[in-house]
């Protein structure tokens, strides 16, 4: 019995990724959320993170924002920042880590820009390690 489903990676500009997946975690609103193979339907946003693919190999992607959809065995992600961890280099993450720190700073954030930031902010030193 097969325990996989299709997983979809799509930007604005192409399809990123379409492959065999027998779990994939995602980073929601609601927290980590692991997809496996004949999880009920859902529609959620995700949150500044790490996308993590797992079949015979992992494969793992930041993103920042997007929406993700599961039915009927098929999970897309619509995202339009996406990169594979392999493609970010050292410098996008120093100056994503200045920029998203200089607007937490800012007065007139809401908790929800906060919250995104903090995200952001985390995972990105999570990568620079």
Known sequence: ?????????????????????????????EGEMGILKDHIPLITFLRPGLIT????????????????????????ILTTTVKTIDDIEATFIEKSIKSAEENMDKSDLSDKDKYLLSYKIGTLKELRK
Do not use: H, W
């Open 1 to 29: 019995m097969q325990e996989k489903f299709i997983v979809e990676i799509i930007t604005p500009d192409r399809s990123l990724l379409k492959s065999e997946a027998s779990e994939v975690i995602i980073p929601s609103y």
């Open 53 to 76: 693919i797992k079949s015979d190999e992992v494969q793992k992607f930041y993103a920042e924002e997007g929406t993700v959809e599961f039915s009927k065995n098929n999970l897309l």
